[in-house]
């Protein structure tokens, strides 16, 4: 069973920088599909960067410039860059991993990064 595990949140000042980090255990080699979620409060869950094994990066409009999603397939761990953080990032971030295109997700518990002062 996958089981993934975020790390790395916590409270920031505006204009400053957080990495995240979700480590991926399991009977697993390697991640199709990784990626970052957040939800703010009243808000749905969004997505906020991806990136496949072979098939490069994506990233949401309002982080893109900012954020940098990266991946260490020999550790199976998605890390999340955050750079010139806003009041508007603050969210659970939940990291989401897919070991085929046709497997379902697997979900971390998410780690709160708020962003204020």
């Known amino acids: 069973q996958v089981q993934l595990v975020e790390s790395g949140g916590g409270l920031v000042q505006p204009g400053g920088s957080l990495r995240l980090s979700c480590a991926g255990s399991g009977n697993i080699n390697s991640f199709y599909y990784m990626a970052w979620y957040r939800q703010a409060p009243g808000k749905q869950r969004e997505l906020v960067a991806g990136?496949?094994?072979?098939?490069?990066?994506e990233y949401s409009d309002a982080v893109k410039g900012r954020f940098t999603i990266s991946r260490d397939d020999a550790k199976t761990t998605v890390y999340l860059q955050m750079d010139n953080l806003e009041s508007e990032d603050t969210a659970v971030y939940h990291c989401h991993a897919k070991l085929t295109d046709y497997s379902p997700p697997a979900w971390g518990q998410g780690t709160q990064v708020t962003v204020s002062g």
């Open positions: 990136a496949w094994r072979t098939f490069g990066t």
